[in-house]
Structures are given as structure tokens and as C-alpha cells.
């Protein structure tokens, strides 16, 4: 399954006209090991932010973001 998944991962970084990505599925089944190892393995920079553990990472998003 894990294979299934990674693939399609593939496939959307491959996409020209991707749209965000959002990864969604039942608790306690690999999802942040999964995306983690696809951020670290397909990309040469990866950053991973983890808002319920560091909740100071809010003020992120108390001005105006631009991007």
C-alpha cells in the first residue's frame, strides 16, 4: 500500500498544474512518515512544521503572509 501511495505522490509532483497537496486519513497509519520520507527523498530542501506540538508556530500566521 505503501508503494500505492508513494506512486501517486510521484505522480502529483510530476503534475505542471498541481494544486496543493492535502493528505488526510485515518489516525495512526503512516501519514507523516509517509510525506516526511517523500519530502526528504524527492526534494533537496523539506521543512516539516508541526503546529499542535509547537503551538508558538501561530504567530506565523498573525500578520498579513504574504507569499
Known amino acids: 500500500m505503501r508503494r ?9 509532483k510530476a503534475d505542471k498544474n498541481k494544486k496543493p497537496l492535502v493528505f488526510q486519513g485515518a489516525r495512526q497509519v503512516g501519514k507523516t512518515y509517509l510525506i516526511t ?17 509547537d503551538t508558538g508556530l501561530s ?9
Not at 500505492?4 to 502529483?12: C, G, K, T
Not at 520520507?37 to 506540538?53: A, I, S
Not at 504567530?59 to 507569499?67: A, G
Open 37 to 53: 520520507q517523500f519530502g526528504k527523498k524527492e526534494y533537496q530542501n523539506f521543512v516539516y512544521l508541526n503546529f499542535e506540538q
Open 59 to 67: 504567530v506565523l500566521f498573525t500578520d498579513n503572509l504574504k507569499v
Open 4 to 12: 500505492f501511495v508513494y506512486e501517486q505522490l510521484l505522480e502529483w
